[in-house]
């Protein structure tokens, strides 16, 4: 299972067989029904190589979710803008005018979304990481391994209520699968870097437990291409995929002091970078 394949075979299929469809930014889609990605690590590390991808930037975030944190300023000192145009409704409720916009843009409080509820869920200090790393090292048959950033009871206080829902661990033979599941799916921009960031916390959790590393799967729900991203869609589509590169995590000493830029990518020879505009 080569991911990158898969994801392609996903694009493929919007494009044949989306149906168009309305929603609350004002720019349509085109959706198929719930489908799966699935990649086998032993292929590669998944960074898309039918155009160009910032891994920096997937790490950064990734960083952010792991210890927890709400404030964007944190990522913009690193250079990592995924969340710049987002910010806690409590502080600037949603709009899509451009003071609102702008409001958005300025606030930095991020709320209770992702990294807060893998580590704080609730706000009752239950840290779901943890406990997913304490249960690998002491009972991996559990089945019980999962990690919910869905909270209906905090969902208003979100900065954005989380496309990827829930995350969890799989053990066979002493090889670790991720799964995740994503209720909303931007598969031309978003799911590259979904695919990617949980194959690099695949590999974290990996390193912390000192399993072998096994198969990333996404189960994907409203699976769409934005209208205004037709066009890169095509182009990407157009390109032959090249060999996946290899990801080499540094320094390496515990998943909860990782740092973002302790990675290293190599054999990584991408197409061009396709551009487009996210939907607010």
Request: glycine residues 6%; proline residues 5%; contains cysteine.
């Amino acid at each position: 299972m080569n991911g990158e394949q898969c994801y392609l075979n996903i694009l493929k299929n919007i494009r044949e067989n989306g149906i168009k469809k309305e929603n609350r930014t004002g720019i349509d889609t085109y959706a198929i029904p719930p489908t799966m990605f699935q990649h086998d690590m032993k292929y590669g590390f998944p960074l898309l190589t039918t155009k160009k991808m910032g891994i920096k930037n997937i790490s950064a975030e990734l960083e952010f979710f792991i210890k927890g944190l709400t404030d964007k300023q944190w990522l913009k000192d690193r250079n990592c803008h995924i969340w710049d145009e987002w910010c806690n409704p409590q502080k600037v409720p949603y709009g899509t005018d451009e003071e609102t916009k702008r409001k958005m843009l300025i606030e930095n409080d991020l709320g209770f979304c992702y990294g807060f509820q893998w580590r704080n869920f609730n706000s009752q200090d239950y840290d779901q990481l943890k406990k997913i790393i304490d249960t690998l090292k002491s009972n991996p048959n559990d089945r019980r391994m999962l990690c919910s950033a869905w909270n209906p009871n905090q969902l208003h206080m979100m900065a954005l209520p989380p496309c990827h829902v829930m995350w969890g661990i799989n053990i066979i033979e002493n090889k670790l699968n991720l799964w995740w599941t994503q209720r909303s799916v931007d598969t031309f921009l978003g799911l590259p870097y979904n695919i990617a960031s949980y194959a690099l916390l695949l590999k974290l959790i990996c390193l912390e437990t000192g399993f072998d590393e096994g198969i990333l799967t996404g189960f994907l729900v409203d699976v769409h291409i934005y209208e205004n991203h037709i066009e890169q869609v095509d182009e990407q589509l157009s390109r032959e995929p090249r060999n996946l590169p290899k990801l080499d995590i540094i320094n390496f000493k515990s998943i909860f002091d990782w740092e973002y830029d302790n990675i290293h990518i190599r054999e990584y020879d991408p197409h061009p970078p396709i551009k487009g505009s996210i939907a607010i």
